[in-house]
């Protein structure tokens, strides 16, 4: 009996550590809209806006990055 609240601490913390993925998807699709509509108004500084863009993008993705390694570490070391 006790084994399983364990794990089932586990699967809700695993699951709630993942939910920071969603902010990574949610800023990616953001900075792609902004500079979407920044390259749209002003062509000729498209380079500069796609340049920060993708740093904006690993940046984004690097958090949920350090959620899903935190979600397997719940689910998997402890």
Same mark, same amino acid.
């Given at each position: 009996?006790?084994?399983? +609240?364990?794990?089932?601490?586990?699967? =809700? !913390?695993? %699951? @709630? /550590? $993942? +939910?920071?993925?969603?902010?990574?998807? =949610? !800023?990616? %699709? @953001? /900075? $792609?809209?902004?500079?979407?509509?920044?390259?749209?108004?002003?062509?000729?500084? $498209?380079?500069?806006?796609?340049?920060?863009?993708?740093?904006?993008?690993?940046? $984004?993705?690097?958090?949920?990055?350090?959620?899903?390694?935190?979600?397997?570490?719940?689910?998997?070391?402890?």
């Amino acid at each position: 009996m006790e084994g399983d +609240i364990v794990q089932a601490a586990k699967l =809700i !913390g695993a %699951g @709630l /550590a $993942a +939910i920071g993925v969603f902010g990574g998807g =949610i !800023g990616v %699709g @953001l /900075a $792609a809209l902004g500079a979407t509509q920044a390259m749209g108004r002003n062509p000729d500084v $498209a380079g500069t806006i796609q340049t920060n863009m993708i740093l904006g993008f690993a940046f $984004a993705e690097a958090t949920s990055i350090y959620a899903l390694v935190v979600a397997l570490l719940i689910l998997f070391v402890f």
